[in-house]
């Protein structure tokens, strides 16, 4: 299986990015995986950013990003992205995204998405800068 995050780069602070992360492998089945969005700033521990549950109907977001990032997928073409608006010098870090099967709430409680280890895939990151 594999996670590949893209559309991060260089924008100004109140700019806007959307990432996109694709996933593939023969027996991957998108449709039974929540999906979450983490980020490691410089000199930082890595963060819960975003997650989507694998139907869509349900979605988290930090504190931090709640109205300005907005989490979606496409269970038709294995995508999910992040739609990131009036972005902040503070949203500067290296975005992964993870994949978490389907009943990891069952393991890890209703707050499933917020715990790493309930991530089964994680892609490489894609690296977003703000600037001012």
């Known amino acids: 299986v594999q996670l590949q995050a893209s559309g991060g780069g260089l924008v100004q602070a109140g700019g806007s990015l959307r990432l996109s992360c694709g996933a593939s492998g023969s027996t991957f089945r998108f449709s039974i995986y929540g999906m979450g969005w983490f980020r490691q700033a410089p000199g930082k521990e890595r963060e819960f950013v975003a997650a989507?549950?694998?139907?869509?109907?349900?979605?988290y977001h930090a504190d931090a990003v709640k109205g300005r990032f907005t989490i979606s997928r496409d269970n038709a073409r294995y995508v999910v992205s992040l739609q990131m608006n009036s972005l902040k010098l503070d949203d500067t870090a290296v975005y992964y995204c993870?994949?978490?099967?389907?009943?990891?709430?069952?393991?890890?409680?209703?707050?499933?998405?917020?715990?790493?280890?309930?991530?089964?895939?994680w892609g490489q990151g894609t690296l977003v800068t703000v600037s001012s």
């Open positions: 989507i549950e694998w139907s869509g109907d349900s979605t």
């Open positions: 993870a994949a978490s099967r389907y009943g990891a709430a069952s393991k890890y409680g209703s707050s499933w998405y917020l715990t790493e280890p309930s991530y089964t895939y």
